[in-house]
């Protein structure tokens, strides 16, 4: 919601330095309110006398139901316990095939990534479609999914889909993507080195050129 941008704003932040002293003053009247997104990081971090078991629990059940109440990261996380069989929830790759192309569909990165390579190489809930599946890995690449610059990558070092050649000409993969990764991707240094290997790709002249 809009009018608790600010205080989901400044939780963020105060999760990602580790700050829980903040968290407890932020987030209490944010939870009572059912807001999504305050749901979910009140139920990533824990302190050292809460049992593991218990912050397991805690944190599964935020998940879903800020998933329940619309925060799409949180959506995410429960099509991974779906794909990943984590914290005991019952494996259904159905399910999270939908619930990953469905953020896909609301313009997520790293989503678009996962759905286009079911297509790619058919090996999910929908059926192969390689055309359709590589016009999705490229435009994921243009919108900042790290995951696809690696994926890429090896497209281009082995040759793969023919489809990728008329998009290295007609549109270059900017090489600024070097700098950026979405945040379900944790190594920077990876992605940097696949994107300059990509942009470096796409700029050099063809074999038929020189």
């Known amino acids: 919601m809009d009018e608790y941008k600010a ?23 944010l939870v009572d309110k059912n807001i999504p997104e305050a ?3 009140n139920s990533s971090f824990f302190g050292p006398e809460v049992p593991e078991d ?14 329940e109440l619309g ?13 990943l069989v984590e914290y005991d929830i019952a494996q259904d790759k159905e399910k999270a095939s939908y619930i990953f192309k469905e953020l896909a569909e609301k313009g997520d990165p790293h989503c678009l990534w996962i759905y286009a390579c079911e297509l790619i190489w058919g090996n999910g809930t929908f059926p192969k479609s390689t055309g359709e599946g590589v016009e999705l890995l490229v435009k994921a690449s243009e919108i900042g999914s790290a ?19 008329k998009h290295r000409k007609k549109k270059r993969i900017p090489g600024a993507l070097a700098m950026k990764y979405d945040d379900t991707m944790y190594d920077p240094y990876a992605l940097t080195s696949a994107c300059t290997w990509i942009a470096a ?6 074999e038929a050129g020189r």
Do not use: H, W
């Open 39 to 41: 749901i979910r990081i």
């Open 147 to 165: 995951n696809v610059c690696m994926t890429l990558a090896q497209c281009y070092d082995k040759g793969e889909f023919d489809f990728l050649k």
């Open 71 to 83: 925060d799409l990261k949180a959506k995410y996380q429960v099509g991974v316990f779906y794909d």
């Open 54 to 67: 218990e912050c397991d629990r805690f944190y599964v059940e935020g998940m879903f139901k800020a998933a």
């Open 7 to 29: 205080e989901i704003e400044k939780a963020e932040k105060a999760l990602e330095e580790g700050n829980l002293e903040l968290l407890r003053e932020i987030l209490p009247p």
């Open 201 to 206: 790709k796409s700029a050099a002249p063809s």
